[in-house]
T-cell receptor, first 116, second 114 residues
Framework: NAGVTQTPKFRVLKTGQSMTLLCAQDMNHEYMYWYRQDPGMGLRLIHYSVGEGTTAKGEVPDGYNVSRLKKQNFLLGLESAAPSQTSVYFC???????????????FGPGTRLTVL | QKEVEQDPGPLSVPEGAIVSLNCTYSNSAFQYFMWYRQYSRKGPELLMYTYSSGNKEDGRFTAQVDKSSKYISLFIRDSQPSDSATYLCASRGAGGTSYGKLTFGQGTILTVHP
């Protein structure tokens, strides 16, 4: 199993450009999440999905959109990138219910995005 | 104020030292408490979790939660250079409506030098 994979690993954008980050998981997880990680801020939840075709806002959703057309994929879009969106983006997935053992979030390797 | 607060360090200790990492939280609804370990340029991985108050031990690692003081701790005994990483505490509420959403602390950067 590949677990959680993210594409691309690195990207540099100019202000105003758009891009899509792809997250894929092969663990048949119901829940998927997008986080951003900034120095001194920890991981902050951007958007999440509790199943195919559903999405919901997290802590810092502004400037981002997401889609979950297939259970195994969760896409994060930046329509008009801003320097404040320079960050490391992590995708995670988990099972839907039960004890933390079954709700452990598995993380991808991250995407390093720089917006100039 | 963040719901989960963690001293970002950095923390530098000699090999063999006992390491204490700590977090505080403010949301009384939090029931599950996790510690994630993140190596440089990698994604976080679950290290330990506890439910409600109490201790949990796994090898050299002990996780401790005191709900009365809203304090979360991770102790590492006989620390090794391979323990050098960022340690993130995380918490979430119980029940289905939490959807497994975690609230993370800022992370503590730990370096164990030989």
């Amino acid at each position: 199993n590949a677990g959680v994979t993210q594409t691309p690993k690195f990207r540099v954008l100019k202000t105003g450009q758009s891009m899509t980050l792809l997250c894929a998981q092969d663990m048949n997880h119901e829940y998927m999440y997008w986080y951003r990680q900034d120095p001194g801020m920890g991981l902050r939840l951007i958007h999440y999905s509790v199943g195919e075709g559903t999405t919901a806002k997290g802590e810092v959703p502004d400037g981002y959109n997401v889609s979950r057309l297939k259970k195994q994929n969760f896409l994060l879009g930046l329509e008009s990138a801003a320097p404040s969106q320079t960050s490391v983006y992590f995708c995670a997935s988990s099972y839907s219910a039960g004890a933390p053992t079954y709700n452990e979030q598995f993380f991808g390797p991250g995407t390093r995005l720089t917006v100039l | 104020q963040k719901e989960v607060e963690q001293d970002p360090g950095p923390l530098s200790v000699p090999e063999g030292a006992i390491v204490s990492l700590n977090c505080t939280y403010s949301n009384s609804a939090f029931q599950y408490f996790m510690w994630y370990r993140q190596y440089s340029r990698k994604g976080p991985e679950l290290l330990m979790y506890t439910y409600s108050s109490g201790n949990k031990e796994d090898g050299r690692f002990t996780a401790q939660v005191d709900k009365s003081s809203k304090y979360i701790s991770l102790f590492i005994r006989d620390s090794q250079p391979s323990d050098s990483a960022t340690y993130l505490c995380a918490s979430r509420g119980a029940g289905g409506t939490s959807y497994g959403k975690l609230t993370f602390g800022q992370g503590t950067i730990l370096t164990v030098h030989p």
